[in-house]
């Protein structure tokens, strides 16, 4: 088992920034990458990014390339998502999820751990 705890949420105005964390705890050495999905009042889960837990490497949804950026501490078992240029389009529920199966997938289903979500609302 894998548990999974956001932090980071908050307001914001347009323009500005944030910086989510996701600490993972528990069997963290099965898995093979750590994914962000956010989910805005009536809609989809939609995929923002993901980050392979070996090899750092990194895949982006068109819709947040070049304003977010994702990291990882393995040492800290933790994955960051640095949130910048943020629109009020971006405010949404953020979960980080870890997958046990697949590498860099941007597939809801493929992913095997949720954490509780932080809310991100992007508002002047």
């Known amino acids: 088992q894998v548990h999974l705890v956001e932090s980071g949420g908050g307001l914001v105005q347009p323009g500005g920034s944030l910086r989510l964390s996701c600490a993972a705890s528990?069997?963290?050495?099965?898995?093979?990458?750590l994914g962000w999905f956010r989910q805005a009042p009536g809609k989809e889960r939609e995929f923002v990014l993901t980050?392979?837990?070996?090899?750092?490497?990194?895949y982006y949804a068109d819709s947040v390339k070049g304003r977010f950026t994702t990291s990882r501490d393995s040492a800290e078992n933790a994955v960051y998502l640095q949130m910048n240029s943020l629109q009020p389009e971006d405010t949404a529920a953020y979960y980080c999820?870890?997958?046990?199966?697949?590498?860099?997938?941007?597939?809801?289903?493929?992913?095997?751990?949720w954490g509780q979500g932080t809310q991100v609302t992007v508002s002047s």
């Open positions: 999820a870890a997958s046990r199966r697949y590498d860099l997938s941007n597939s809801y289903g493929d992913y095997d751990y």
């Open positions: 528990g069997e963290t050495f099965s898995l093979k990458a």
């Open positions: 980050i392979s837990w070996n090899s750092g490497r990194t």
